[in-house]
RNA sequence: GCCAGCGUAGCUUCAAUCGGCAGAGCACCGCAUUCGUAAUGCGGGGGUUGUGGGUUCGACUCCCACCGCUGGCUCCA
């Protein structure tokens, strides 16, 4: 006998096998109509999915109120798309099909590829086989068995995924619906009717199992949901994320411009874009003079053997700008990361433990060569600066210097009014041969990564693979105002660049005998370029008072006011505020439109009135609202307080469901 | 690097019918207007249609190569 708990705490016994549906039917005609899957001790399965006959099971039906169910809808989508897509289509070989974040995707290989132009011919075959509204049947079958369906349809990525991805599976399911059959996990929803509001987003190229190696199949990428409504306000999230684009908004507002002349993925840092950079570095290193690290400068080149030594060199030669030969024997790398230039301003000299935790601080400008595909305005470069730093401590030090950084990256992101992030733990792959160093030391730095997040309460969440070729890290993925997720601080635990075997950096303890210190990477922006793209996405352009290029703008009502509005302007100038001024012949309200549109944060208009009254009309751009005349004094004083808070007035709020493309790997 | 798409004036605002005279808006410059909280009017300049080659009587339009960009894949010290 089966024991099937329900979620309001009462329990139904069953006699016989059952399945989701006949328990919901069981509880009412109309649960059991709404019904589109189930939760089963805490997995989403169909529901028709065969319940143990005996013992005792928690069960949650699931309708299109749960968001569990928008999954399983959306995977069910992408199958009517695969089917579309062969009913339309010659030689169509299936590859995965699963649900990722926002939607879904199913990857092809066609006899002709498919271009955004044929996308309404498939939604509108898409449509036809959702009005059908046929079921979705599972079928289980013998791995013999369904080996052999998948070679009669001539899925030939199906038998090797049955034969290799799939070798310790007994049995193997497959769904049909109609005509189409495609090996398949599941679960899907009961039958296509439930499909409300679809779209097919974009095309895009995938390799077979990700390998790149290996054949390049055609990625259709689609999105679902139960309601139109839904899809819509999904649809116009995405048209806000484009609005907010850092590199149109990078353009109009003159922040930074990239020339295919000077080259793909180099930041040309435009005036106003450079304002913004250089207050932020000057933030960043009041907090490094404050947190006891020493500023070092250090050269843009070093010798090859310099990253040979450090292991960059073989681990990242395809990554890396072509050394630079002068002779035979003497080669230069534009440097690709700042810390081995950090380790020789340490080995300068022989280290006591008293100055230890030594903490060495550079905004530091590196080049790496990323493919060209990866580049992308200011996220993904090729040259960029880290607000890098290097500590070397000892062992006993790590974990308070460790929490440190964390500290010092946590201040930093909320003081910019990124509050929402969470943070990853990149450990070490297993049985991989990309990593040097000892396996002991690994295991110690990622026991001690590990024992700070939890002696500060911080959730994180442990990745394997997703370490340095060093040691573990710590990575920060802040999530911007409309759902977003982009990766920028770092702190990086190191035990293998102070080795013997790489730099033999030592110490003289208390004891008089040498020691090994730890090194910790860090950097809480990551890179200014991608920190600042980031920014710009998260206020849409609109940066807060303290950070605005232009903080102020002096309008006046007429040309008649010109001199006064020269004498505010003045006045705003030398008491430290970045101030502009429009006196064209233009109306007051042309003036207004521009300066709102440029996004200055405060507008001081002047008029003869104000010149007589020694006072200026503050208008606020957030608010776009006129908040009356005040006198110059009081209107700076209201200014300065804001810029000395940092006070960030607004950002948008909201979910693109546009956040990292997390796949789960139905078949 | 790979797959697909795109490239017309400073502008990710865009037009140019089937291959038949490259044209608007905004911005910019000039003149007039002297104005009180999101666009004053008039006039003007600005183009080797990404680059190079090909097909054609004729190419923004069709074909090829290259460059750049976009969306993905792979990569990300």
């Known amino acids: 006998m089966l024991t099937v708990r329900l979620p309001d705490g009462s329990e139904k016994n069953f006699a016989h096998s059952v399945t989701p549906r006949h328990v919901a039917e069981e509880i009412g005609p109309r649960l059991a109509k709404a019904a589109l899957a189930a939760e089963l001790d805490g997995a989403t399965v169909g529901i028709d999915f065969a319940l143990p006959e005996e013992g005792s099971v928690a069960l949650r039906i699931l309708t299109k109120s749960d968001p569990e169910s928008l999954a399983v809808m959306r995977h069910s989508c992408a199958h009517v798309m695969a089917r579309a897509?062969?009913?339309?289509?010659?030689?169509?070989?299936?590859?995965?099909?699963?649900?990722?974040?926002?939607?879904f995707y199913y990857d092809f290989d066609l006899d002709e590829p498919i271009s955004e132009d044929d996308f309404p011919q498939i939604e509108e075959e898409?449509?036809?086989?959702?009005?059908?509204?046929?079921?979705?049947?599972?079928?289980?079958?013998t791995r013999e068995k369904s080996v052999q369906i998948c070679r009669e349809l001539e899925q030939t990525f199906k038998v090797e995924h049955i034969q290799e991805g799939l070798a310790n599976h007994e049995t193997l399911s497959f769904y049909q619906q109609g005509e189409f059959l495609d090996l398949c996990r599941g679960p899907h929803v009961p039958s296509a009717g439930v499909i409300g509001a679809f779209k097919l987003v974009s095309v895009a190229g995938a390799y077979w199992k990700g390998d790149q190696s290996r054949q390049q199949l055609q990625r259709l990428y689609g999105t679902a949901f139960f309601r139109q409504q839904d899809l819509k306000s999904h649809l116009e999230t995405i048209e806000e994320a484009r609005k907010r684009d850092h590199r149109?908004?990078?353009?109009?507002?003159?922040l930074f411009s990239i020339s295919p002349l000077v080259g793909s993925g180099l930041i040309l840092w435009q005036p106003k874009g450079a304002?913004?950079?250089g207050l932020l570095e000057e933030f960043v290193k009041s907090e490094l003079q404050r947190r006891g690290y020493q500023p070092v400068y250090t050269p843009n080149v070093g010798r090859v053997e310099l990253y040979e030594k450090s292991g960059h060199y073989p681990y990242y030669s395809d990554s890396m700008f072509a050394p630079i030969m002068m002779e035979q024997d003497e080669q230069y790398m534009l440097k690709p990361m700042n810390c081995p230039h950090h380790i020789m301003i340490y080995k300068a000299r022989p280290r006591s433990y008293r100055e230890l935790p030594l903490r060495l601080a550079e905004f530091g400008t590196v080049y790496r060569y990323e493919q060209s595909g990866e580049l992308s305005g200011m996220t993904r470069v090729r040259g960029f600066t880290q607000d890098d730093a290097?500590?070397?401590?000892?062992?006993?030090?790590?974990?308070?210097?460790?929490?440190?950084?964390?500290?010092?990256?946590?201040?930093?992101?909320?003081?910019?009014?990124?509050e929402n992030y969470r943070v990853r733990l990149g450990f070490r792959a297993p049985d991989s041969d990309k990593y040097v160093g000892p396996e002991a030391s690994w295991e110690r730095a990622q026991q001690s990564l590990v024992e700070v997040c939890d002696s500060l309460g911080?959730?994180?969440?442990?990745?394997?693979?997703?370490a340095a070729f060093y040691g573990p890290k710590a990575d920060f993925v802040v999530t911007d105002c409309i759902g977003r997720e982009w990766q920028l601080g770092t702190v990086q635990l190191d035990y293998n660049?102070?080795?013997?075997?790489?730099?033999?950096?030592e110490y003289i303890g208390s004891d008089n005998t040498p020691h090994r210190p730890v090194m910790i990477h860090r950097a809480p922006l990551g890179s200014m370029e991608r920190f600042i793209g980031v920014l710009i996405e998260h206020f849409g352009g609109a940066f807060p008072l303290w950070l605005a290029p232009e903080q102020v703008r002096v309008l006046t009502v007429s040309e008649k006011s010109e001199e006064y509005g020269r004498e505010v302007?003045?006045?705003?100038?030398?008491?430290?505020?970045?101030?502009?001024?429009?006196?064209?012949?233009?109306?007051?309200?042309?003036?207004i439109r521009d300066a709102q549109l440029e996004l200055v944060p405060y507008m001081f208009v002047v008029g003869e009135r104000d010149r007589e009254a020694g006072a200026v009309s503050v208008r606020d751009r957030v608010e776009s609202r006129n908040l009356g005349a005040m006198s110059l004094d009081s209107a700076i004083d209201r200014l300065q307080a804001e810029v000395s808070q940092r006070l960030v007035r607004r950002t948008f709020s909201g979910d693109a469901g546009l956040g990292e493309r997390g796949t789960s790997n139905e078949y």
């Open 85 to 103: 897509v062969m009913r339309l289509r010659t030689g169509v070989r299936l590859a995965f099909g699963p649900t990722i974040d926002a939607g």
């Open 126 to 141: 898409m449509r036809r086989i959702i009005e059908l509204d046929e079921p979705f049947e599972r079928i289980e079958e």
């Open 248 to 254: 149109v908004l990078g353009k109009r507002l003159e």
């Open 275 to 277: 304002v913004i950079r």
């Open 390 to 418: 290097h500590i070397f401590c000892t062992e006993d030090q790590v974990a308070d210097e460790f929490r440190g950084c964390i500290d010092m990256t946590q201040f930093v992101l909320k003081s910019l009014g990124l």
């Open 458 to 466: 911080m959730a994180y969440e442990v990745e394997l693979g997703e």
């Open 497 to 505: 660049l102070p080795s013997k075997d790489r730099f033999d950096l």
């Open 569 to 591: 302007e003045e006045q705003l100038q030398s008491r430290g505020f970045r101030v502009a001024a429009d006196y064209r012949a233009e109306k007051l309200g042309a003036k």
